[in-house]
């Protein structure tokens, strides 16, 4: 069972960049699917969430209306759409699975490796 986040980058401000979040060993259509995302001393901080089998997304208040989470279910790979992008988007991203959006982290039991995103100009 593994997670294997791509797409990470270098992106100016105001930029866009797709993540992907490829599931190997697991469907992911039977588990929510969270990003989350974590830079140096903050706490990871919940970016956003979907569970295709109830149509549930989740979007925290610092991405709502510039980040769109999505899901393909022939590859097997969710991702996170992210449009004019600030510095504080700054972060490695990781995303992870669980079994709902609402759960807390620390119920979410297989992670991927992280994608750097850096917004600089």
């Known amino acids: 069972v593994q997670l294997v986040e791509s797409g990470g980058g270098l992106v100016q401000p105001g930029g866009s960049l797709r993540l992907s979040c490829a599931a190997s060993?697991?469907?992911?259509?039977?588990?929510?699917i969270r990003w989350f995302r974590q830079t140096p001393g903050k706490e990871r901080e919940a970016v956003s969430c979907?569970?295709?089998?109830?149509?549930?997304?989740y979007y925290s208040d610092s991405v709502k209306g510039r980040f769109t989470i999505s899901w393909d279910s022939v590859k097997n790979t969710v991702y996170l759409q992210m449009n004019s992008l600030k510095a504080e988007d700054t972060a490695v991203y990781y995303c992870?699975?669980?079994?709902?959006?609402?759960?807390?982290?620390?119920?979410?039991?297989?992670w991927g490796q992280g994608t750097q995103v850096t917004v600089s100009s």
């Open positions: 992870a699975r669980g079994t709902q959006c609402t759960h807390p982290q620390i119920l979410y039991d297989v």
């Open positions: 060993g697991l469907i992911l259509d039977y588990y929510a």
């Open positions: 979907i569970k295709n089998s109830d149509g549930t997304t």
